[in-house]
């Protein structure tokens, strides 16, 4: 079993903290299966653009998702040389991100190079067709609405801010986090709808759902894209986060629709 990054410098008052949906995802990404997808994916002969593959975490929270997977490139994708970068809309979450990395970096051998965490809304900093893996535990809860993101390259100072607006202000941070709006699904919609610019040509990414998202759904709508993607679920939690039972699914662009198709790749969930 591959390590779990330390989290314990993050503050819980306005960052995500690792929970059921982050494990979920480490474990689906360390089974032997996921392993020996990827080191096949990202072999340097698979690809006519970079060898080192380029892995984005779409709001990383506490950054225990990228940490893991920069921390143990070389047992993930076969070789140390790759690059990782995360994104967040929270500030606090940026940082504490980079710490993270670099906790999970100390008296590790193996580990790939990370190249920070920006502030962003999603991919908007990122250009097209960069990135080779994207992994993103979205806001998934059902909510009325979705928060307001804050303003980006905005500072915040909370040394001369009263205890109840800096709580107002944490609790907003936090909201971010969770709530998905309609169907849980307004920000994971945004995202979904941003994949196939956004990936390679080997591009995989890696999105986590909850049941009340309605996954077949999304599963239709990804195979509407077209015979070059495909989707399946690789990662289930059953009923161990209770109503939300989380799910897994890779979303991958092929080259061969028809080899695919044979092989049983396109699945719902």
Same mark, same amino acid.
């Given at each position: 079993?591959?390590?779990?990054?330390?989290?314990?410098?993050?503050?819980?008052?306005?960052?995500?903290?690792?929970?059921?949906?982050?494990?979920?995802?480490?474990?689906?990404?360390?089974?032997?299966?996921?392993?020996?997808?990827?080191?096949?994916r990202?072999?340097?002969?698979?690809?006519?653009?970079?060898?080192?593959?380029?892995?984005?975490?779409v709001?990383?929270?506490?950054?225990?998702?990228?940490?893991?997977?920069?921390a143990?490139a070389?047992?993930?994708?076969?070789?140390?040389?790759?690059?990782?970068?995360?994104?967040?809309?929270?500030?606090?979450?940026?940082?504490?991100?980079e710490?993270?990395?670099?906790?999970?970096?100390?008296?590790?051998?193996?580990?790939?190079i990370?190249?920070g965490?920006?502030?962003?809304? $999603?991919? /908007?900093?990122?250009k097209? @067709?960069? #990135?080779?893996?994207?992994?993103? *535990?979205? !806001?998934?809860v059902p909510?009325s609405e979705?928060?307001?993101a804050?303003?980006?390259?905005?500072?915040?100072?909370?040394?001369?801010?009263?205890?109840?607006?800096?709580?107002?202000?944490?609790?907003?941070?936090?909201?971010?986090?969770?709530?998905?709006?309609?169907?849980g699904?307004?920000?994971?919609?945004r995202?979904?709808?941003?994949?196939?610019? $956004?990936? /390679?040509?080997?591009?995989? @990414?890696? #999105?986590?759902?909850?049941?009340? *998202?309605? !996954?077949?759904?999304?599963?239709?709508?990804?195979?509407?894209?077209?015979?070059?993607?495909?989707v399946?679920?690789?990662?289930?939690?059953?009923?161990?986060?209770?109503?939300?039972?989380?799910?897994?699914?890779?979303?991958?662009?092929?080259?061969?629709?028809?080899?695919?198709?044979?092989?049983?790749?396109?699945?719902?969930?």
């Amino acid at each position: 079993m591959l390590p779990t990054p330390s989290t314990a410098h993050v503050d819980p008052n306005r960052i995500y903290e690792p929970a059921e949906d982050s494990y979920l995802l480490l474990d689906t990404l360390s089974t032997a299966s996921e392993i020996q997808y990827l080191t096949e994916r990202f072999k340097p002969e698979q690809t006519s653009t970079s060898p080192v593959p380029l892995v984005l975490e779409v709001g990383t929270g506490s950054g225990v998702i990228i940490a893991f997977i920069s921390a143990n490139a070389q047992k993930l994708f076969g070789t140390a040389d790759v690059l990782s970068l995360g994104i967040d809309i929270n500030e606090y979450a940026c940082h504490a991100t980079e710490e993270t990395v670099r906790r999970a970096y100390e008296d590790v051998q193996g580990h790939g190079i990370n190249i920070g965490a920006l502030q962003a809304d $999603l991919t /908007s900093a990122i250009k097209s @067709a960069v #990135v080779d893996m994207l992994v993103f *535990n979205p !806001p998934y809860v059902p909510t009325s609405e979705v928060p307001e993101a804050p303003s980006l390259g905005h500072k915040n100072d909370f040394t001369s801010t009263a205890k109840h607006e800096k709580f107002d202000e944490d609790s907003h941070l936090l909201s971010l986090s969770y709530a998905g709006g309609t169907d849980g699904m307004e920000v994971t919609d945004r995202l979904l709808h941003q994949l196939p610019q $956004l990936l /390679s040509e080997r591009g995989v @990414a890696y #999105v986590l759902l909850c049941q009340q *998202n309605k !996954p077949n759904e999304v599963v239709k709508r990804i195979q509407a894209w077209g015979p070059h993607w495909a989707v399946m679920t690789v990662g289930r939690s059953g009923k161990a986060a209770g109503w939300e039972k989380l799910q897994v699914i890779r979303i991958w662009r092929i080259k061969d629709a028809k080899t695919s198709k044979q092989s049983g790749t396109i699945n719902s969930l």
